[in-house]
Nanobody, 122 residues
Framework: QVQLLESGGGPVQAGESLRLSCAAAGVTFSRYSMAWFRQAPGKEREFVAAISWISDTYYDDSVKGRFTISRDNAKNTGYLEMNSLKPEDTAVYYC????????????????WGRGTQVTVSS
């Protein structure tokens, strides 16, 4: 079985930073692409960032220059470093993985964590 577990979310003020973690179990993580999506109430789930198994990175324009995605294959863990947070970043953040290349559509990912809440206040 494949399990993904997000952690690191919480309440912050605008301009502050958070680091989210995604711990994977039951999967050869080093050969999976990993991505972060987010979903706010009443909104569709949207792409945030992704990293391939060879560490190519991809970002949505809304977070480019502020967020950094990375992975530590030895720890079977992915990360999302979020800097200069804005109230519009408030959402539940989900970790996702797939045993193929990077895509930006949620339905193309088969493995998901249960999400971690990030709340940014002004």
């Amino acid at each position: 079985q494949v399990q993904l577990l997000e952690s690191g979310g919480g309440p912050v003020q605008a301009g502050e930073s958070l680091r989210l973690s995604c711990a994977a179990a039951g999967v050869t993580f080093s050969r999976y692409s990993m991505a972060w999506f987010r979903q706010a109430p009443g909104k569709e789930r949207e792409f945030v960032a992704a990293i391939s198994w060879i560490s190519d990175t991809y970002y949505d324009d809304s977070v480019k220059g502020r967020f950094t995605i990375s992975r530590d294959n030895a720890k079977n863990t992915g990360y999302l470093e979020m800097n200069s947070l804005k109230p519009e970043d408030t959402a539940v953040y989900y970790c996702a993985a797939r045993p193929r290349g990077v895509v930006t559509i949620p339905s193309d990912y088969g493995y998901w964590g249960r999400g971690t809440q990030v709340t940014v206040s002004s």
